[in-house]
């Protein structure tokens, strides 16, 4: 089991930043990759960034190319999410989560809420 704890968020003007912070306990280093989620009012939960944990190799939305960057530690088994140039469609809860080698987001935190204002 992996359990997923988030911080970091709150509220942010447009154009601010914030960083967010997943730590992860428990079976450390079975997940493959760890990934960003969001999760907006009346919205779908979507896709925002991943990293490869063993490589370091990341994935990002195209909402957010350019804007956000993650990060690991894995001293830590800390992900981050650095959120620069904040725009008010990215408020939303945003939610860490763990993929198995078996591919599948197996494991997810309980969210943390970042409002952006215009």
């Known amino acids: 089991q992996v359990h997923l704890v988030e911080s970091g968020g709150g509220l942010v003007q447009a154009g601010g930043s914030l960083r967010l912070s997943c730590a992860a306990s428990?079976?450390?280093?079975?997940?493959?990759?760890m990934g960003w989620f969001r999760q907006a009012p009346g919205k779908e939960r979507e896709f925002v960034a991943s990293?490869?944990?063993?490589?370091?190799?990341?994935n990002y939305a195209d909402s957010v190319k350019g804007r956000f960057t993650i990060s690991r530690d894995n001293a830590k088994n800390t992900v981050l999410l650095q959120m620069d140039s904040l725009k008010p469609e990215d408020t939303a809860v945003y939610y860490c989560a763990a993929q198995t080698p078996a591919g599948r987001y197996e494991y997810w935190g309980q969210g943390t809420r970042v409002t952006v204002s215009s």
């Open positions: 990293i490869i944990w063993s490589t370091g190799n990341t």
């Open positions: 428990g079976r450390t280093g079975s997940w493959y990759l």
